[in-house]
């Protein structure tokens, strides 16, 4: 009889625990399926407005689109230190741009570029200053010029937060154009429109 | 029956006057790219340097003469080496009324490139109410004025306007940024002709250069937005790949260019 209600007793407290831990597994997988939908994939609008540079353990990811032979070709870039803030974001962005894409031997970024600074505007516009040898070392064409500008563009939006345009300002001042085909004295987002003919974004 | 016979050789004569009227009156715009202190693409040619602004104003001024040959009116944006920005070259070109226009440039790759202008829609301003208030065609406080009197051409995003400006209101600024967009979309009607122009272009530049890569493409260009006619901008091949120095390449291109545009039809 004792040894009924014994192993009564043992048979209860096996299947407590085996609840409990069944229960752990469900509430560690809710847990982590929340964590992962909230993060959101890189260059979705996160709540907070906008895309924004992947981090992970000490280092972020960023979107680079460069101008590669009549097309805008995406790289990722690994940047260390993680990126803290969306001017940070920007400001590695640009630098990873004017690197121009890995393994060119004939870029379409002019050689020597280098950012000035940066602007936050209203209206979500990001002002980029940057040297006079972004535009006296351009050589290229109307496709050239226009995937050049297109591709800050694209590289900033798809990696800064709660930006929604790009002005390119030369030595701190606007300037007409970088190589004579294409305005630069406005908004880049006029930029950003694409047709049937595949001249966007590439892969 | 004699006069019905005066009266419909009138009429003919005065059908086949206002043809030709017509047609002197038609103009062909070229427009050679760069200038001045803007050189272009510089090409190493054999160790020495060739600067795109001037094999584009060569090829222009043959064009021009190519035209003229074949009973065109013409006039060249730039015919000197001189700067000029691209709200310059639509504001002189515009003046003249062209009823083609061509901007010519030379490529980065041995390939003729045609382009003709990528417009977005544009959602404009609603337009001012009867009697209601007209603003000048000045560019609004949110958008830089270029260089000139001529507001900047080319596009803005999908959607011109300020955020905060309200759907329904027909104020002075949103008349303003009407009339600043209208100018930036002259291009819009003409854009199925620009097409046009483009394929004749390609198709005769095909007959002349039969080796050679020639494509069409279409890319947000605001001087092209700019003008209110069939207009494309044309790049040549490099100056690596084809001898301008050469005479005969440079008369041979501006024949194969100045027939495209003749077949076109304007004339
Ligand atoms: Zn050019």
Known sequence: ?203 | MRHRLWALAFCCAAVLIFQWAGAAQALVAIDPGHGGYDRGIIYDTGGKETSEKRVDLAISKAIAAALRAKGASVFLVRSVDRYLGIAQRARIASARQPAVFLSVHLASANAFQIYASLMPNVQLPPAAPAGGNQAPPAAPAAVNQAPGNLPPAGNQGVQAGPASGGGGQTGPDQQALRQYYLYSMRQRPYLGKSRDLASALEQSLKQAFPGETISYMEIPLPLLDAIAAPAVLVECPAPQYMDYNNPAVVSGMAQAIAGAIISYGTY
């Open chain 1, 1 to 203: 009889m004792e040894h009924t209600k014994r192993k009564r007793l043992a048979k209860r407290r096996r299947l407590a625990v085996f609840s409990l831990i069944l229960f752990l597994i469900f509430a560690g997988g809710l847990a982590a399926g929340y964590l992962y939908l909230s993060r959101g994939p890189v260059g979705s609008p996160s709540p907070g407005g906008g895309p924004e540079a992947q981090t992970e353990q000490g280092s972020s990811y960023l979107k680079i689109y460069y101008p590669v032979r009549g097309y805008l070709q995406m790289e990722e870039r690994l940047v260390t230190p993680e990126i803290q803030d969306r001017e940070e974001a920007a400001r590695d962005t640009v630098t990873e741009y004017l690197k121009g894409p890995a393994g060119m031997a004939d870029p379409a970024i002019p050689p020597g570029a280098k950012l000035r600074g940066l602007y936050f505007g209203t209206n979500g516009i990001l002002y980029v200053d940057l040297s006079e040898t972004f535009k006296s070392n351009f050589q290229g064409d109307a496709l050239t010029e226009y995937l050049l500008l297109r591709g800050l563009y694209e590289s900033l939006l798809s990696n800064v937060q709660g930006i929604t345009d790009v002005m390119v300002l030369i030595d701190g001042r606007e300037t007409g154009s970088i190589g004579g085909h294409i305005l630069a004295d406005r908004p880049l987002s006029g930029l950003a429109i694409t047709n049937a003919a595949g001249n966007g974004k590439g892969n």
